[in-house]
């Protein structure tokens, strides 16, 4: 009891202290409980957080699923995740290994999709030499009409799959765009999927393609050949080290099976006992979360840092 009332007690007052700057975040997470209760019909909500709308962005560039409908569900997925670690942890772990497994669970769709995404990006950018140099020529034979061009590229580019599901995205939102703000806004979620300088470059060329039918075919092939530099550069000064990577992706879970293995057959515990120690005691229990939460968090780290984006 004691233990219990002395975290209450902490997370109370860290809930104090951080209000100002998680404010935007409780009052999310109060929208979202209240938007649940409502209904799932999927109505637009009119008063958007920056939270929600990162969410949203996300899920639109991974999964194609960018409505508040796809946003809610999420949470509600996040929750349910962040509810069954806590149940089945409950009593078999100390009360704070159970809140930090529930706070992790609940991230982990999130952590998921962000992977996703930054691997859309990274070959996304590498990909981006080819898809630039269609798309110049295919808006110098559609005679300047640069929506023309990204609906043939999307179409054409069969060796950059990346690139092609971000061009077919942005064509179809463009075919249902009606204003010009729609339409910025469908430029930079198409410049976010690749979250790089030249993109953001390429994002102005198309707006003033689109919107103002000025050509740009001149500065479509000056970024063409600046991206072609950096790629020699980028060859050039590569030194890859993919040792890390092989220690979380292998080394790590193997290590953990080799533990299994000598439990049961140099120490005599037997498959059923060695089960029962392992997830029917409080230490067990204990380390093997300890793990699950140490290798998830590596992993999610690894995957950040282990590529790295062609840019200018």
């Not at 060329?205 to 020699?232: C, P, Q």
Request: no cysteine; net charge neutral.
């Amino acid at each position: 009891m004691t233990a219990v009332f002395l975290l209450t007690v902490f997370l109370a007052g860290l809930f104090i202290l951080s209000f100002d700057s998680m404010k935007d975040i409780y009052e999310t997470l109060i929208l979202i409980v209240k938007k649940t209760a409502d209904s799932f019909k999927g109505t637009d909500l009119t008063d958007r957080s920056e939270l929600w709308e990162r969410v949203r962005i996300v899920l639109g560039i991974t999964l194609g699923m960018g409505k508040d409908r796809s946003v809610r569900a999420f949470f509600a997925i996040s929750g349910i995740f962040s509810v069954t670690a806590m149940v089945l942890l409950a009593g078999r772990v100390a009360l704070w290994l159970n809140a930090l497994a529930a706070v992790t669970a609940a991230f982990l769709p999130y952590a998921l999709l962000r992977i996703r995404m930054e691997d859309m990006r990274i070959s996304g950018s590498h990909e981006g030499e080819r898809m630039l140099a269609e798309l110049t020529e295919n808006y110098k034979i559609n005679y300047y009409n640069m929506k023309e061009a990204i609906d043939k590229t999307a179409m054409s580019l069969k060796k950059a799959p990346g690139s092609r599901k971000i061009l077919a995205n942005l064509s179809r939102g463009l075919d249902r765009a009606g204003s010009e703000g729609s339409m910025m806004k469908l430029l930079e979620e198409f410049s976010l999927s690749i979250n790089t300088s030249w993109s953001n470059t390429l994002k102005n060329l198309m707006y003033f393609a689109l919107v103002h039918g000025i050509r740009v075919d001149e500065a479509l092939e000056d970024l063409s050949g600046t991206l072609k530099s950096a790629r020699a550069v980028e060859e050039y000064s590569k030194r890859e080290n993919n040792e890390s990577a092989m220690m979380i992706k292998y080394l790590v879970p193997l290590t953990y099976l080799m533990t299994v293995y000598a439990g049961v057959e140099f120490f005599g515990l037997g498959a059923e006992k060695f089960l029962e120690y392992q997830f029917g005691t409080e230490v067990g229990a204990t380390w093997f979360t300890v793990f699950i939460l140490v290798y998830t968090t590596s992993y999610i780290v690894n995957s950040f840092l282990s590529r790295n984006k062609l840019d200018l």
